[in-house]
Protein backbone atom coordinates (compact mmCIF):
# COMPACT_ATOMS: atom_id res chain seq x y z
CA UNK A 1 0.00 0.00 0.00
CA UNK A 2 1.51 3.45 -0.98
CA UNK A 3 1.22 6.48 1.11
CA UNK A 4 -0.38 9.71 -1.10
CA UNK A 5 -0.03 12.80 1.35
CA UNK A 6 -2.26 15.72 0.88
CA UNK A 7 -0.67 18.88 0.71
CA UNK A 8 -3.98 21.06 1.37
CA UNK A 9 -3.31 20.05 4.65
CA UNK A 10 0.58 21.50 4.76
CA UNK A 11 2.17 24.53 6.09
CA UNK A 12 2.65 26.81 2.61
CA UNK A 13 4.99 29.32 4.21
CA UNK A 14 7.35 25.99 4.24
CA UNK A 15 6.34 23.85 1.09
CA UNK A 16 9.49 23.00 -0.19
CA UNK A 17 10.66 21.56 3.87
CA UNK A 18 6.73 19.89 3.59
CA UNK A 19 7.68 17.95 0.18
CA UNK A 20 11.07 17.08 1.46
CA UNK A 21 8.65 15.39 4.18
CA UNK A 22 7.02 13.89 1.66
CA UNK A 23 9.64 12.30 0.09
CA UNK A 24 10.89 11.09 3.41
CA UNK A 25 7.92 9.14 4.52
CA UNK A 26 5.61 9.18 1.63
CA UNK A 27 4.69 7.53 -2.54
CA UNK A 28 2.93 10.20 -3.79
CA UNK A 29 1.88 13.59 -3.72
CA UNK A 30 -1.66 14.50 -3.64
CA UNK A 31 -2.92 17.74 -5.02
CA UNK A 32 -6.39 18.79 -4.16
CA UNK A 33 -7.63 21.06 -6.42
CA UNK A 34 -10.78 22.69 -5.75
CA UNK A 35 -12.82 25.98 -7.29
CA UNK A 36 -15.21 27.21 -4.79
CA UNK A 37 -18.14 25.84 -6.93
CA UNK A 38 -18.04 22.00 -7.07
CA UNK A 39 -17.43 21.93 -3.09
CA UNK A 40 -17.13 25.12 -0.91
CA UNK A 41 -13.98 25.99 -0.57
CA UNK A 42 -11.27 27.13 -2.60
CA UNK A 43 -7.65 25.71 -2.92
CA UNK A 44 -4.55 26.01 -5.07
CA UNK A 45 -4.26 25.85 -9.10
CA UNK A 46 -1.38 25.56 -11.39
CA UNK A 47 1.37 27.85 -9.75
CA UNK A 48 1.61 25.65 -7.08
CA UNK A 49 0.97 22.32 -8.97
CA UNK A 50 4.32 23.49 -11.20
CA UNK A 51 6.63 24.46 -8.20
CA UNK A 52 5.90 21.14 -6.74
CA UNK A 53 6.50 19.56 -10.03
CA UNK A 54 9.89 21.54 -9.70
CA UNK A 55 10.58 20.71 -5.97
CA UNK A 56 9.36 16.60 -6.50
CA UNK A 57 10.62 13.51 -8.85
CA UNK A 58 7.59 11.88 -6.81
CA UNK A 59 4.02 11.09 -9.06
CA UNK A 60 1.75 13.82 -8.47
CA UNK A 61 -1.65 12.84 -8.02
CA UNK A 62 -4.32 16.05 -9.05
CA UNK A 63 -7.78 15.26 -7.40
CA UNK A 64 -10.29 17.69 -9.37
CA UNK A 65 -12.80 18.58 -7.37
CA UNK A 66 -13.90 21.76 -9.82
CA UNK A 67 -16.47 21.82 -12.38
CA UNK A 68 -16.06 21.08 -15.85
CA UNK A 69 -12.49 19.32 -15.42
CA UNK A 70 -12.29 18.64 -18.78
CA UNK A 71 -11.33 21.85 -19.74
CA UNK A 72 -8.20 21.86 -17.43
CA UNK A 73 -7.21 18.44 -18.43
CA UNK A 74 -4.24 19.39 -20.77
CA UNK A 75 -3.08 22.24 -18.61
CA UNK A 76 -3.01 19.39 -15.71
CA UNK A 77 -0.71 17.52 -18.02
CA UNK A 78 1.31 19.98 -19.30
CA UNK A 79 2.71 20.82 -15.74
CA UNK A 80 3.69 17.54 -15.06
CA UNK A 81 1.01 15.41 -13.11
CA UNK A 82 0.90 11.74 -13.30
CA UNK A 83 -2.30 10.54 -12.03
CA UNK A 84 -5.66 12.41 -12.60
CA UNK A 85 -8.96 11.69 -10.82
CA UNK A 86 -12.29 13.28 -11.52
CA UNK A 87 -15.53 13.25 -9.97
CA UNK A 88 -18.65 10.95 -11.03
CA UNK A 89 -20.84 12.85 -9.80
CA UNK A 90 -20.95 16.40 -12.17
CA UNK A 91 -19.45 14.36 -15.35
CA UNK A 92 -21.95 13.70 -18.00
CA UNK A 93 -19.04 12.16 -20.62
CA UNK A 94 -17.19 10.37 -17.99
CA UNK A 95 -15.65 7.77 -20.51
CA UNK A 96 -14.33 10.65 -22.71
CA UNK A 97 -12.80 12.40 -20.08
CA UNK A 98 -11.26 9.10 -18.82
CA UNK A 99 -10.04 8.15 -22.64
CA UNK A 100 -8.77 11.35 -22.68
CA UNK A 101 -6.26 11.12 -19.76
CA UNK A 102 -5.14 8.21 -20.91
CA UNK A 103 -4.65 8.71 -24.02
CA UNK A 104 -1.90 11.56 -22.65
CA UNK A 105 -0.06 8.98 -20.86
CA UNK A 106 -1.21 9.74 -17.53
CA UNK A 107 -3.38 7.82 -15.14
CA UNK A 108 -6.86 8.27 -15.01
CA UNK A 109 -9.04 7.63 -11.85
CA UNK A 110 -12.57 8.16 -11.19
CA UNK A 111 -13.22 10.13 -7.67
CA UNK A 112 -16.53 8.94 -6.08
CA UNK A 113 -18.19 10.97 -2.45
CA UNK A 114 -19.92 9.46 0.13
CA UNK A 115 -23.20 9.99 -0.82
CA UNK A 116 -23.05 8.14 -4.23
CA UNK A 117 -23.85 4.59 -5.17
CA UNK A 118 -20.76 2.88 -6.33
CA UNK A 119 -23.20 0.94 -8.69
CA UNK A 120 -23.39 4.63 -10.87
CA UNK A 121 -19.92 2.79 -11.82
CA UNK A 122 -20.49 -0.30 -13.50
CA UNK A 123 -20.26 0.95 -17.03
CA UNK A 124 -16.93 2.70 -16.49
CA UNK A 125 -15.06 0.63 -14.19
CA UNK A 126 -13.05 -1.43 -16.95
CA UNK A 127 -11.89 1.30 -18.22
CA UNK A 128 -10.34 3.15 -15.53
CA UNK A 129 -6.57 3.24 -13.78
CA UNK A 130 -7.97 4.10 -10.30
CA UNK A 131 -10.98 4.56 -8.16
CA UNK A 132 -10.67 7.49 -5.49
CA UNK A 133 -13.14 6.93 -2.55
CA UNK A 134 -14.05 9.88 -0.40
CA UNK A 135 -14.93 8.65 3.01
CA UNK A 136 -15.34 11.88 3.98
CA UNK A 137 -17.29 15.05 2.12
CA UNK A 138 -14.90 16.77 -0.49
CA UNK A 139 -13.96 20.76 0.47
CA UNK A 140 -11.74 20.53 4.04
CA UNK A 141 -8.54 18.24 5.31
CA UNK A 142 -9.10 17.26 9.01
CA UNK A 143 -12.91 15.86 8.70
CA UNK A 144 -13.92 12.72 10.36
CA UNK A 145 -13.84 9.63 8.55
CA UNK A 146 -17.49 8.29 7.53
CA UNK A 147 -17.15 4.71 8.80
CA UNK A 148 -20.06 3.42 6.29
CA UNK A 149 -17.13 3.78 4.05
CA UNK A 150 -15.64 0.47 5.47
CA UNK A 151 -18.60 -1.85 3.84
CA UNK A 152 -18.32 0.78 0.23
CA UNK A 153 -14.87 -0.13 -0.25
CA UNK A 154 -15.66 -3.82 0.96
CA UNK A 155 -18.17 -4.01 -1.85
CA UNK A 156 -15.96 -1.79 -4.57
CA UNK A 157 -12.98 -4.71 -3.32
CA UNK A 158 -15.54 -7.64 -4.30
CA UNK A 159 -16.85 -6.28 -7.87
CA UNK A 160 -13.22 -5.99 -8.79
CA UNK A 161 -11.98 -9.40 -7.88
CA UNK A 162 -15.51 -10.55 -9.58
CA UNK A 163 -14.80 -8.59 -12.56
CA UNK A 164 -11.04 -9.41 -12.69
CA UNK A 165 -9.74 -5.77 -13.01
CA UNK A 166 -6.70 -4.30 -11.81
CA UNK A 167 -7.48 -0.56 -11.02
CA UNK A 168 -6.18 0.48 -7.65
CA UNK A 169 -8.23 1.85 -4.95
CA UNK A 170 -7.10 4.89 -3.14
CA UNK A 171 -9.25 6.45 0.18
CA UNK A 172 -9.31 9.66 0.77
CA UNK A 173 -10.44 11.74 4.04
CA UNK A 174 -10.03 11.12 7.62
CA UNK A 175 -7.74 8.87 7.62
CA UNK A 176 -5.02 7.80 10.14
CA UNK A 177 -3.01 4.66 11.36
CA UNK A 178 -5.77 2.40 12.61
CA UNK A 179 -8.00 2.97 9.82
CA UNK A 180 -5.04 2.72 7.20
CA UNK A 181 -4.19 -1.20 9.06
CA UNK A 182 -7.96 -1.65 8.50
CA UNK A 183 -7.86 -0.41 4.99
CA UNK A 184 -4.48 -2.10 3.87
CA UNK A 185 -6.26 -5.59 5.06
CA UNK A 186 -9.46 -5.06 2.98
CA UNK A 187 -7.22 -4.47 -0.20
CA UNK A 188 -6.45 -0.48 -0.73
CA UNK A 189 -3.73 0.54 -2.80
CA UNK A 190 -3.39 3.85 -2.10
CA UNK A 191 -4.10 5.92 1.53
CA UNK A 192 -4.70 9.46 1.24
CA UNK A 193 -3.11 11.19 4.48
CA UNK A 194 -3.84 15.37 5.11
CA UNK A 195 -3.55 16.39 8.66
CA UNK A 196 -2.50 12.82 10.43
CA UNK A 197 0.65 13.35 8.03
CA UNK A 198 1.42 16.87 8.10
CA UNK A 199 0.34 17.76 11.91
CA UNK A 200 1.57 14.81 13.03
CA UNK A 201 5.03 13.86 15.15
CA UNK A 202 7.85 12.49 13.19
CA UNK A 203 8.14 8.97 15.40
CA UNK A 204 4.43 8.55 13.99
CA UNK A 205 5.50 8.85 10.37
CA UNK A 206 8.00 6.68 10.82
CA UNK A 207 5.71 4.25 12.09
CA UNK A 208 3.49 4.88 9.54
CA UNK A 209 6.45 4.23 7.02
CA UNK A 210 8.38 1.81 8.72
CA UNK A 211 5.59 -1.18 10.25
CA UNK A 212 2.54 -0.86 8.07
CA UNK A 213 4.32 -0.27 4.43
CA UNK A 214 8.05 -1.05 3.61
CA UNK A 215 9.14 2.03 1.12
CA UNK A 216 9.78 0.39 -2.44
C1 LIG B 1 -10.85 16.55 0.95
C2 LIG B 1 -9.57 16.15 0.26
C3 LIG B 1 -8.67 15.26 1.08
C4 LIG B 1 -8.24 15.83 2.38
C5 LIG B 1 -7.46 14.84 3.21
O1 LIG B 1 -11.68 17.20 0.04
O2 LIG B 1 -9.85 15.48 -0.94
O3 LIG B 1 -7.55 14.89 0.30
O4 LIG B 1 -7.48 16.99 2.23
O5 LIG B 1 -7.20 15.41 4.46
P1 LIG B 1 -7.51 14.62 5.82
O6 LIG B 1 -6.70 13.36 5.78
O7 LIG B 1 -7.08 15.60 6.88
O8 LIG B 1 -9.00 14.33 5.84
ZN1 LIG C 1 -8.17 14.49 -2.16
Redo the contacts with the bound molecule.
Keep these: MKIAP?I??ANFKNLQEEIKLVEEFGDIV?L?I?DGHF?PNISFGFPIVKAVREMTNLPLDA?L?IENPEKYIERFIDFGVNMISVHIENNYHINKVINNIKTKGVLAGIAINPGTSIYSLDSILKDIDFILI?S?N??????KFIESSIEKIKKIVNIKNEMGLNFEIEV????NYEIALKLKEIGVNIC?????FFKNKRENLYILRNLIWKKN
Excluded at 138 to 143: D, E
Excluded at 172 to 175: A, E, F, H
Aim: proline fraction near 4%; hydrophobic fraction near 40%.
Design positions: SLAHDMVHMMVPGFSGQDGGLVFGDY
